[in-house]
């Protein structure tokens, strides 16, 4: 086996999705149990859900606290109330928050049906700045290699922002909306903001991920959103095999 693994960010195969879930949550938890006041920068998507089930597990079943942490989200459509189904805070409320002992002062999620958009983006950002920046973000990553909705070309400078949609975006995430259409726009902390994460996972299942996380390792371009984790000193993809499966194909 000669395949040629990027020096950075360090990559953890695991067997499977349970495997993969319970790993990030050992982080998450750990590292909140070491700090209990940990600035948490989270994501969305299927891929989280396994990680959020085992945190809400470890939760109930062995006391671990999140009272004390501060938690961000990474991003929100734009127009969106908090209540719509295909919410980013509908999710986070059902699979995350709403299940633990977050405190709902410390819990942010972009509002995407703010009044003046852009001085929401503002908003969020200087909150990240006034607690201090984030200590651990959790990413997925999407098919294009986008991370939060940052999508290809992204510039690695950008801060909380409201971007457009790339149109394989939307497609994919049409089904979580009547009438299968995905919003156009969103607010995606920044390219940036993620990078100043003094420790960031990304997590991907699946081998319709094989191709994205192959790109990620491979030369670090804004074409590639994720590959930006290779300049971060502290960033771990943690990948069950089908995601692994293509990685050193692409350099
Ligand atoms: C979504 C989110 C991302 C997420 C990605 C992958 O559009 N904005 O933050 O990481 O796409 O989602 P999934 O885990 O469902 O494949």
Redesign the pocket.
């Known amino acids: 086996m000669s395949r040629s693994l990027p020096a950075q960010p360090k990559i953890q195969v695991f067997p499977d999705y349970e495997a993969l879930s319970r790993a990030a949550a050992r982080v998450v938890a750990g590292r909140t149990r070491a700090n209990p006041e940990a600035v948490l920068l989270l994501?969305?998507?299927?891929?989280?859900l396994g990680m959020y089930r085992r945190l809400v597990e470890m939760h109930a079943g062995e006391g671990l606290s999140f009272a004390r942490a501060t938690f961000f989200n990474?991003?929100e459509y734009l127009g969106l109330t908090a209540d719509h189904p295909a919410s980013y805070h509908v999710y986070m409320r059902e699979n995350f928050y709403g299940l633990v002992d977050a405190d709902p002062r410390r819990v942010h999620v972009p509002e995407g049906n703010a009044p003046d958009p852009q001085a929401e983006c503002e908003r969020y950002e200087r909150m990240m700045a006034e607690v201090g920046g984030v200590d651990l973000c959790v990413?997925?990553?999407?098919r294009n290699g986008?991370?939060?909705?940052n999508e290809p070309g992204a510039p690695f400078d950008s801060r909380t922002r409201i971007v457009r949609l790339a149109e394989t975006?939307r497609l994919?995430?049409a089904g979580d909306f009547e009438g299968g259409r995905a919003p156009e726009r969103a607010i995606t902390v920044g390219m940036r903001t993620i990078f100043e994460s003094r420790e960031i996972l990304l997590l991907a299942s699946g081998a319709n991920?094989a191709q994205a996380v192959a790109a990620a390792g491979g030369e670090v371009s804004e074409a590639v959103p994720a590959s930006m984790l290779r300049r971060h000193p502290a960033a771990t993809f943690l990948l069950d095999r089908e995601a692994a499966s293509a990685v050193g194909e692409i350099s």
């Open positions: 994501p969305t998507g299927t891929t989280p990474l991003d990413l997925g990553i999407g986008h991370i939060g909705f975006t994919v995430n991920k």
